[in-house]
Nanobody, 124 residues
Framework: QVQLAESGGGLVQAGGSLRLSCTVS????????MGWFRQAPEKEREFVAA????????IYADSVKGRSTISRDNTKNTVHLQMNTLKPEDTAVYYCAASRKVGVTDMRDLYDSWGQGTQVTVSS
């Protein structure tokens, strides 16, 4: 399995922006579809966004659509999540995940490897 390391979380005021990054090591990055998930206290881990191996296809949860952009750089083994117009309800630990399954997916169980997470806190 590959190793994933998230960065870029922090405390931001409502309406602000953050850019999360995930660096992947220990494998061939370009064979993985990549996703971002988040988990708020006492809630299930939920899908946020995903990008295909080539970066050509992206999917988003309705809750972040229009406010977030997922992208990847296969030359640097990184995937990013740009989040704008942040809301207090975006507060959560954000996890990067890698999937070798065919097709970009929002299904948590189809992701094979996970990072440790980065905290995002949005104050009102």
């Amino acid at each position: 399995q590959v190793q994933l390391a998230e960065s870029g979380g922090g405390l931001v005021q409502a309406g602000g922006s953050l850019r999360l990054s995930c660096t992947v090591s220990g494998g061939t990055f370009s064979i993985y579809n990549m996703g971002w998930f988040r988990q708020a206290p006492e809630k299930e881990r939920e899908f946020v966004a995903a990008v295909s191996r080539t970066g050509r296809r992206t999917i988003y949860a309705d809750s972040v659509k229009g406010r977030s952009t997922i992208s990847r750089d296969n030359t640097k083994n990184t995937v990013h999540l740009q989040m704008n117009t942040l809301k207090p309800e975006d507060t959560a630990v954000y996890y990067c995940a890698a999937s070798r399954k065919v097709g970009v997916t929002d299904m948590r169980d189809l992701y094979d490897s996970w990072g440790q997470g980065t905290q995002v806190t949005v104050s009102s």
